[in-house]
């Protein structure tokens, strides 16, 4: 039975609380779906609002890093051309020879440009350190202080392994794609943009050739995408429920022996961890198959540039070194498309986790007792408007002692009286 098809609750498992005893029905928490994966991530970005001044860096270096590494082939191919007209007969001035002063100077230039971009990565992958830690930090607190204001069936409807999980799987999920596939997304699109702008530079010819190839690719990436949202939600529902049911297993261990329940038990965990190995293979094996068939796209369009690179050549209408230069871009040109198909299949598995957060965070709250002041001590109005007396109730125009016994009395009787109809 897939997890599409079961109810939106399931009971607890065989021992939610503390060595509490329910009747074996199943493991974790409700399955949780990708109701609002636009809702989630749009949350998602709001948390940063504290950052954008470390964002606004992050972003700069990246461009920076981005745009000193795609300048690289314009160097090498003026260096390749000035190598073609001294060595080939035709392309240079008779007896001109290899001019390699020229040669030293771009090599100088070059190797800045490999300096600078290495530098401006550094920081932007400093920085956004940084920024991903502190946002998951942030959001952890909210959760931790979440849980101290849930209502006890909150607690009871879930086994403690399953929200351990969302502390664990779920914000290392967040932690990490954060930390490692914004940058990459970031220069994805840098280098998608800078890598155009450079080819057009070069022959607009040749550059609406590779432009043929981005709908295909983007069409395969959606598709696949689509797919796999599924998938690794319910991967990381499985694992919430498996790691529950392990932690109430061991926590309940002598209960488990005393009710005959360890054919269940193993039953239990087969099943789910059965379920966990078909949503991670068939989330993996989705996601597998977008970089072959990106490189497969990419070759179509390596092919076409090649053949008409070599014609235009023939022709005098490029040198050789723009045509080198034009095919390390035309590379680059499906590398941040790879890229992004594959950050988007990160970011649909760090959607499930931080909808599975957010879900916890807009849980119900414990409605506060009226009767107790901020500070933790009940509060003479919340007695009296509990009980039906007066504020003076309890005086009966005598002053109450220092630790107000009398008023204590008469609102601890009349609490008694009603609350018990007695």
Same mark, same amino acid.
């Given at each position: ?85 001294? !060595?080939?007969?035709? *392309?240079? &001035? ?5 001019? %390699? ?5 771009? +090599? @100088?230039? $070059? ?107 983007? !069409?395969?990436?959606? *598709?696949? &995408? ?5 998938? %690794? ?5 499985? +694992? @919430?429920? $498996? ?180």
């Amino acid at each position: 039975m897939s997890r599409e098809n079961k109810g939106d609750a399931r009971p607890a498992g065989p021992l939610s609380g503390p060595m509490r005893w329910t009747p074996p029905g199943g493991v974790g928490a409700p399955v949780q779906k990708a109701k609002d994966a636009k809702g989630t991530f749009w949350r998602l970005v709001r948390r940063f609002g504290p950052h954008s001044g470390r964002l606004t860096v992050v972003f700069a270096a990246a461009v920076a890093s981005t745009w000193f590494s795609i300048l690289s082939p314009k160097i090498l191919a003026h260096i390749i051309n000035v190598i073609a007209r001294g !060595v080939i007969p035709g *392309l240079g &001035a008779p007896g001109q020879g290899v001019d %390699f002063h020229v040669i030293l100077q771009s +090599l @100088g230039v $070059l190797a800045s440009l490999y300096v600078f971009s290495s530098a401006f990565s550094y920081v932007q992958q400093y920085v956004m350190a940084g920024v991903a830690q502190r946002t998951v930090y942030a959001l952890r607190a909210d959760a931790m202080d979440k849980l101290a204001r849930l209502p006890i069936r909150f607690y009871d409807g879930r086994s403690h392994g399953e929200i351990l999980s969302r502390f664990v799987n779920d914000f290392d999920n967040i932690g990490s794609t954060l930390q490692e596939s914004l940058t990459q997304l970031i220069t994805a699109l840098v280098t998608f943009v800078g890598v155009i702008v450079m080819m057009l530079s070069i022959s607009w010819l040749m550059t609406v050739v590779v432009v043929v190839t981005l709908p295909l690719s983007f !069409v395969v990436t959606a *598709l696949i &995408a689509k797919r796999s949202q599924g998938y %690794f939600v319910n991967r990381q529902a499985a +694992l @919430g429920d $498996l790691n529950g049911h392990v932690e109430e297993m061991y926590t309940g261990h002598a209960i488990v022996k005393a009710f005959g329940h360890e054919a269940d038990a193993i039953a239990t965990f087969n099943r789910v961890n059965g379920e966990l190995y078909v949503y991670s293979w068939k989330a993996q094996f989705v996601t597998g198959i977008i970089m072959p068939l990106m490189n497969f796209i990419g070759n179509i369009g390596y092919v076409l540039v090649s053949v008409i690179g070599g014609v235009l050549v023939t022709r005098r209408a490029l040198q050789v070194g723009d045509i080198l230069a034009f095919i390390q871009y035309a590379r680059q040109f499906s590398q941040p498309i790879s890229q992004l198909s594959s950050i988007a299949n990160v970011i649909q598995s760090t959607l499930a986790s931080a909808e599975r957060v957010f879900d916890l965070l807009d849980e119900e709250e414990e409605p506060p007792d009226p009767t107790w002041s901020a500070d933790g001590a009940r509060s003479d109005a919340g007695l009296a408007a509990e009980t039906g007396l007066g504020a003076d109730a309890g005086l009966g125009g005598r002053p109450a002692d220092r630790y107000g016994r009398r008023r204590a009395d008469t609102w601890g009787r009349a609490l008694f009286a009603r609350r018990f109809r007695v």
